[in-house]
């Protein structure tokens, strides 16, 4: 314990200096023993003495006193413990190992160093002291291992710089009065930044140990890159020291990222030349991640990362976007339908802003795959159903792998525009150059409207149809049925967008709903109205204008047979025929051939009296029956059950032939023409589909698919159905190739007039034009129902030349004829 002391000073003493400027030069001291004190709020003041007592006195207790002594001497004698104590330090292996000296004392002699002005005497020793050590302590271990692996050597640097800071903790809190007081009030360096500079200075910018440095660090994540195993600290160990030296960003990240690239530009090159489109892909993208990572796992600077990703996108994307983007790699994965790898590589591309430079690619593709379908004659009863799953493969492409890039989307537009009307004049277009698309479109929207959901491809059916549901679930299953057909005829819809002149699809639907509407074969009424309200809504009121009139008809006469029969019920008339007639407008229906055929007297009095009935209300009015177009119910009774069949008017008549032959009874395909009044061509068509098909009432003699004119016929003793009512008549629906050419023809010969039309139109407004300004005119004023080939408008100026319509002029003009 230390002997306390103390001293009295006298107030005189106190506050009395020996110079007017008192402490330290100030300026101006104010004596408050002298100063007069004034009266407080006018009231008289206390004497600051009291009587008897004498002045007051302030005593100081614990005061120490300094001993005077020479300061040079005191600052050599304590250097000798300090020195003597950073020996230790420097020596000692463990820090917990005792100085000679308390840390107390080391400081307070630190301290008193300082007092004495001699701190920058001090800090010289000291800097002096570390240099040595650092040179000869430090630096001279490793000068040793040059000859060790750089990755070596980066280890021993980290053990040295981690050493060297442990060290200097200890240094820092015995010359911590000399930071404070000191150096931090003078322009000169820290203690922490001077043991920062001293290192970098000596060790890390040594010139034999600079680039080992650096180079071990860079090898680590060679290292790393390769899969090889290392411990990994070392390297977040060596930027925790770059950063702390500050020496990262003017020498780490340079050789870093120069490291980078040539690894970069070699794995890129070799990658490319031996890896498929997709596999690139896949591991650019593995990269790019991995080197993110690794600038995340182990606090790479902001720039480096930047640096980095730059090199990334600039070699593996942007010098290598002729690869990435060529056509036949492309095409590859859009065949194997890739939309996980043609995702990634959009995403690549899109680093760079790139992804739209797929378009060409893209584009290209889908024209050659939609020409193919299109133009496959051997398999043009699947073109829909091709081009509905390449619309859904294209769709989803756009929509995920390609995030709904605008342009992508425009390009898949195109393309299925371009290729949807393209025109080829070949055998299943009877040589004319009307789209084919078109036609297939209508066939398919008559299979949905017939058959309903059952009848929807399997790859496209997005629910399953059950066909034995419960009661309870009997509802709900009508319900998916209807959305399922609704989403289909949607899906329809989108391709017949695409195509540009709408007559053969308007001829062909208009025919097949034509069939449907009077045999009675249309699934859902309801599924009919919501197409031919899509296709209002598509193409105007003016291209359902006779198909709305159709379904009217097929209204009125509804009424009308119930007006009919109600009339013959009041009159107590009975008929032996249940009639049925449809009475149609003849501009709104297709036009249909009359075909001869001799009636049985029973429909035909049934006939003649409804004929009569009928002009009898409708003056002025005349009918024109088609048979071909008729249907009806037979009662049969064979030998295995009674049956009722649904068929044709002309398989009607040729079964009627059977009433009241033997089973046995052989009837001759000469007789059966006769009797029936049938062209040759359509008796052999009726008795195919009676003797030949799925269902054989009929048995032809001697067997065969073909029907030739030496052929007997005979009831089939065998026939039997599971069911009491059996529909045969489909050979009603199914069109004849005669039929589907006098189709294409007709959509011919209208697609000339409409021409023809539209060029007199321009002539009789322009008096005289060029024949480039024709043709161009022309185009544009047909493109609403589809582009015309310039030597089809050629044909048609020359035909409307012939009809004295216009004349060519001396100069290939052409003027208008009055």
Same mark, same amino acid.
């Given at each position: 314990?230390?002997?306390?002391?103390?001293?009295?000073?006298?107030?005189?003493?106190?506050?009395?200096?020996?110079?007017?400027?008192?402490?330290?030069?100030?300026?101006?001291?104010?004596?408050?023993?002298?100063?007069?004190? #004034?009266?407080?709020?006018?009231?008289?003041?206390?004497?600051?003495?009291?009587?008897?007592?004498?002045? %007051?006195?302030?005593?100081?207790?614990?005061?120490?006193?300094?001993?005077?002594?020479?300061?040079?001497?005191?600052?050599?004698?304590?250097?000798?413990?300090?020195?003597?104590?950073?020996?230790?330090?420097?020596?000692?292996?463990?820090?917990?190992?005792?100085?000679?000296?308390?840390?107390?004392?080391?400081?307070?002699?630190?301290?008193?160093?300082?007092?004495?002005?001699?701190?920058?005497?001090?800090?010289?020793?000291?800097?002096?002291?570390? *240099? !040595?050590?650092?040179?000869?302590?430090?630096?001279?271990?490793?000068?040793?291992?040059? /000859?060790?692996?750089?990755?070596?050597?980066?280890?021993?640097?980290?053990?040295?710089?981690?050493?060297?800071?442990?060290?200097?903790?200890?240094?820092?809190?015995?010359?911590?009065?000399?930071?404070?007081?000191?150096?931090?009030? =003078? !322009?000169?360096?820290?203690?922490?930044?001077?043991?920062?500079?001293?290192?970098?200075?000596?060790?890390?910018?040594?010139?034999?140990?600079?680039?080992?440095?650096?180079?071990?660090?860079? /090898?680590?994540?060679?290292?790393?890159?390769?899969?090889? @195993?290392?411990?990994? =600290?070392?390297?977040?160990?060596?930027?925790?020291?770059?950063?702390?030296?500050?020496?990262?960003?003017?020498?780490?990240?340079? *050789?870093?990222?120069?490291?980078?690239?040539?690894?970069?530009?070699?794995?890129?090159?070799? $990658?490319?030349?031996?890896? =498929?489109?997709?596999?690139?892909?896949?591991?650019?993208?593995?990269?790019?991640?991995?080197?993110?990572?690794?600038?995340?796992?182990?606090?790479?600077?902001?720039?480096?990362?930047?640096?980095?990703?730059?090199?990334?996108?600039?070699?593996?994307?942007?010098? *290598?976007?002729?690869?990435?983007?060529?056509? +036949?790699?492309?095409?590859?994965?859009?065949?194997?339908?890739?939309?996980?790898?043609?995702?990634?590589?959009?995403?690549?591309?899109?680093?760079?802003?790139?992804?739209?430079?797929?378009?060409?690619?893209?584009?290209?593709?889908?024209?050659?795959?939609?020409?193919?379908?299109?133009?496959?004659?051997?398999?043009?009863?699947?073109?829909?159903?091709?081009?509905?799953?390449?619309?859904?493969?294209?769709?989803?492409?756009?929509?995920?792998?390609?995030?709904?890039?605008?342009?992508?989307?425009?390009?898949?537009?195109?393309?299925?525009?371009?290729?949807?009307?393209?025109?080829?004049?070949?055998?299943?277009?009877?040589?004319?150059?009307? @789209? %084919?698309?078109?036609?297939?479109?209508?066939?398919?929207?008559?299979?949905?409207?017939?058959?309903?959901?059952?009848?929807?491809?399997?790859?496209?059916?997005?629910?399953? $149809? @059950?066909?034995?549901?419960?009661?309870?679930?009997?509802? /709900?299953?009508?319900?998916?049925?209807?959305?399922?057909?609704?989403?289909?005829?949607?899906? $329809?819809?989108?391709?017949?967008?695409?195509?540009?002149?709408?007559?053969?699809?308007?001829?062909?639907?208009?025919?097949?709903?034509?069939?449907?509407?009077?045999?009675?074969?249309?699934?859902?009424? +309801?599924?009919?109205?919501?197409?031919?309200?899509?296709?209002?809504?598509?193409?105007?009121?003016?291209?359902?204008?006779?198909?709305?009139?159709?379904? &009217?008809?097929?209204?009125?006469?509804?009424?009308?047979?119930?007006?009919?029969?109600?009339?013959?019920?009041?009159?107590?008339? %009975?008929?032996?025929?249940?009639?049925?007639?449809?009475?149609?407008?003849?501009?709104?229906?297709?036009?249909?051939?009359?075909?001869?055929?001799?009636?049985?007297?029973?429909?035909?009095?049934?006939?003649?009296?409804?004929?009569?009935?009928?002009?009898?209300?409708?003056?002025?009015? %005349?009918?024109?029956?088609?048979?071909?177009?008729?249907?009806?119910?037979?009662?049969?009774?064979?030998? #295995?059950?009674? &049956?009722?069949?649904?068929?044709?008017?002309?398989?009607?008549?040729?079964?009627?032939?059977?009433?009241?032959?033997?089973?046995?009874?052989?009837? @001759?395909?000469?007789?059966?023409?006769?009797?029936?009044?049938?062209?040759?061509?359509?008796?052999?068509?009726?008795?195919?589909?009676?003797?030949?098909? &799925?269902?054989?009432?009929?048995?032809?003699?001697? &067997?065969?698919?073909?029907?030739?004119?030496?052929?007997?016929?005979?009831?089939?003793?065998?026939?039997?159905?599971?069911?009491?009512?059996?529909?045969?008549?489909?050979?009603?629906?199914?069109?004849?190739?005669?039929?589907?050419?006098?189709?294409?023809?007709?959509?011919?010969?209208?697609?000339?007039?409409?021409?023809?039309?539209?060029?007199?139109?321009?002539?009789?407004?322009?008096?005289?034009?060029?024949?480039?300004?024709?043709?161009?005119?022309?185009?544009?004023?047909?493109?609403?129902?589809?582009?015309?080939?310039?030597? /089809?408008?050629?044909?048609?100026?020359?035909?409307?030349?012939?009809? +004295?319509?216009?004349?060519?002029?001396?100069?290939?003009?052409?003027?208008?004829?009055?």
């Amino acid at each position: 314990m230390r002997n306390s002391s103390s001293v009295t000073l006298s107030a005189d003493k106190m506050y009395s200096f020996s110079s007017r400027n008192g402490v330290n030069g100030a300026k101006e001291v104010v004596d408050l023993t002298t100063s007069p004190r #004034k009266p407080i709020n006018g009231r008289p003041l206390r004497p600051s003495v009291n009587p008897g007592m004498g002045p %007051k006195k302030l005593v100081v207790k614990n005061l120490r006193t300094t001993t005077r002594s020479d300061p040079t001497q005191y600052l050599n004698s304590t250097w000798e413990k300090l020195d003597t104590a950073l020996t230790v330090i420097f020596n000692r292996s463990n820090a917990s190992e005792p100085l000679k000296f308390s840390m107390e004392e080391l400081y307070r002699g630190v301290e008193n160093v300082c007092k004495q002005n001699n701190a920058e005497q001090l800090c010289m020793r000291l800097q002096e002291k570390c *240099r !040595s050590h650092m040179i000869n302590g430090l630096k001279a271990p490793l000068l040793n291992k040059l /000859d060790e692996k750089k990755v070596y050597l980066l280890k021993e640097v980290i053990a040295t710089w981690k050493r060297w800071n442990e060290q200097f903790l200890t240094i820092r809190a015995i010359f911590f009065y000399l930071d404070r007081a000191y150096l931090l009030q =003078s !322009s000169k360096p820290s203690l922490q930044d001077m043991a920062v500079a001293l290192f970098r200075s000596t060790i890390f910018e040594d010139s034999q140990l600079n680039a080992r440095i650096i180079g071990g660090a860079c /090898d680590v994540v060679a290292a790393d890159r390769a899969g090889a @195993s290392l411990d990994l =600290s070392i390297f977040r160990d060596a930027i925790n020291m770059f950063h702390e030296l500050g020496t990262y960003t003017k020498e780490f990240e340079p *050789r870093l990222l120069e490291a980078s690239q040539t690894y970069i530009v070699t794995w890129a090159e070799r $990658v490319v030349a031996e890896e =498929s489109l997709a596999e690139y892909v896949r591991m650019a993208q593995q990269l790019i991640q991995n080197e993110l990572k690794r600038c995340e796992m182990f606090n790479l600077d902001t720039s480096t990362r930047r640096e980095l990703l730059t090199l990334l996108e600039t070699h593996l994307i942007q010098k *290598r976007q002729e690869r990435l983007v060529n056509g +036949d790699d492309v095409a590859d994965l859009l065949d194997d339908n890739a939309g996980e790898s043609i995702g990634q590589l959009y995403k690549l591309l899109e680093r760079r802003r790139l992804g739209t430079k797929l378009r060409p690619a893209f584009q290209k593709w889908i024209d050659d795959t939609g020409t193919a379908i299109v133009f496959d004659e051997k398999d043009q009863d699947n073109m829909v159903v091709k081009l509905l799953t390449l619309k859904k493969q294209l769709d989803t492409l756009w929509r995920v792998s390609f995030n709904r890039n605008t342009e992508l989307g425009h390009g898949l537009r195109e393309a299925f525009e371009a290729f949807m009307n393209k025109t080829k004049k070949s055998s299943g277009t009877w040589n004319t150059d009307n @789209s %084919k698309p078109g036609e297939m479109i209508a066939k398919y929207v008559d299979m949905l409207l017939r058959g309903g959901a059952k009848m929807i491809p399997t790859q496209l059916s997005s629910i399953k $149809v @059950s066909t034995r549901a419960d009661d309870d679930e009997a509802d /709900d299953v009508a319900i998916d049925e209807d959305s399922e057909i609704n989403n289909q005829l949607d899906q $329809v819809l989108d391709l017949f967008r695409f195509i540009h002149g709408k007559a053969v699809f308007e001829a062909f639907y208009k025919k097949d709903l034509a069939r449907r509407l009077l045999m009675g074969r249309s699934a859902s009424a +309801d599924a009919e109205r919501s197409m031919l309200s899509r296709l209002k809504t598509e193409c105007g009121a003016g291209f359902t204008q006779n198909l709305e009139q159709m379904f &009217k008809d097929v209204e009125l006469a509804r009424e009308e047979m119930k007006s009919y029969n109600d009339l013959a019920t009041e009159r107590g008339e %009975k008929t032996i025929v249940d009639l049925n007639v449809n009475v149609l407008s003849q501009s709104a229906w297709p036009s249909y051939p009359d075909i001869p055929m001799n009636i049985p007297m029973s429909i035909k009095v049934a006939i003649d009296k409804f004929e009569g009935h009928y002009k009898l209300k409708h003056s002025g009015r %005349k009918l024109a029956w088609k048979h071909a177009l008729a249907h009806c119910q037979i009662k049969a009774d064979f030998p #295995k059950g009674k &049956k009722e069949i649904v068929v044709s008017s002309f398989q009607a008549i040729v079964l009627l032939i059977f009433n009241g032959v033997g089973m046995d009874e052989h009837i @001759s395909h000469e007789r059966l023409k006769a009797e029936t009044g049938l062209p040759e061509a359509e008796l052999n068509r009726t008795l195919q589909s009676l003797a030949c098909a &799925k269902l054989r009432p009929l048995s032809k003699h001697p &067997k065969g698919r073909e029907i030739n004119p030496t052929d007997t016929f005979t009831l089939n003793a065998n026939f039997d159905h599971p069911k009491y009512r059996i529909k045969i008549n489909q050979v009603q629906l199914k069109e004849t190739p005669q039929e589907n050419k006098e189709t294409h023809e007709r959509v011919q010969v209208e697609r000339s007039f409409e021409t023809q039309a539209a060029i007199v139109r321009i002539m009789k407004s322009r008096k005289q034009i060029t024949h480039n300004e024709l043709v161009a005119e022309v185009i544009t004023a047909t493109k609403s129902r589809g582009v015309l080939a310039v030597s /089809d408008i050629k044909k048609n100026i020359d035909r409307l030349i012939d009809k +004295d319509y216009m004349e060519r002029n001396d100069d290939g003009s052409y003027s208008y004829v009055a």
